[in-house]
């Protein structure tokens, strides 16, 4: 079993910044594509940004492609989400997803192993 942890959330104003950061406890940190999934109450969780196993390969969703930068630190085991230009739409708890099939598509049901979540929190 793979255990994941995130962190890195917190409360800004709107325009503001935030890096998010992502361990998980597999014996080899590149075996996996991951990505990064958030939760607005009473919805689904979406696809925010995923990356595959080597980095040369990302999707963004529409709603944040140019403001949010998804990277991979394989030699230091760390995954991070750079959120700039927030708005109070971004706020939600995001969550790390380890092991992807089809990163490129970036899809709740595909994910194989979840984080606990960090709550993001953008005032206007």
């Known amino acids: 079993q793979v255990q994941v942890m995130e962190s890195g959330g917190g409360l800004v104003q709107a325009g503001g910044s935030l890096r998010l950061s992502c361990t998980h406890s597999?014996?080899?940190?590149?075996?996996?594509?991951m990505g990064w999934f958030r939760r607005i109450p009473g919805k689904a969780r979406e696809g925010v940004s995923c990356?595959?196993?080597?980095?040369?390969?990302?999707y963004y969703s529409d709603s944040v492609k140019g403001r949010f930068t998804i990277s991979r630190d394989n030699a230091n085991k760390t995954l991070y989400l750079q959120m700039n230009g927030l708005k109070p739409e971004d706020t939600a708890m995001y969550y790390c997803?380890?092991?992807?099939?089809?990163?490129?598509?970036?899809?709740?049901?595909?994910?194989?192993?979840w984080g606990q979540g960090t709550q993001v929190t953008v005032s206007s």
């Open positions: 990356i595959n196993w080597s980095g040369d390969t990302t």
């Open positions: 597999g014996s080899r940190f590149d075996a996996y594509a």
């Open positions: 997803a380890v092991e992807l099939g089809a990163p490129t598509q970036c899809m709740e049901y595909d994910v194989g192993y």
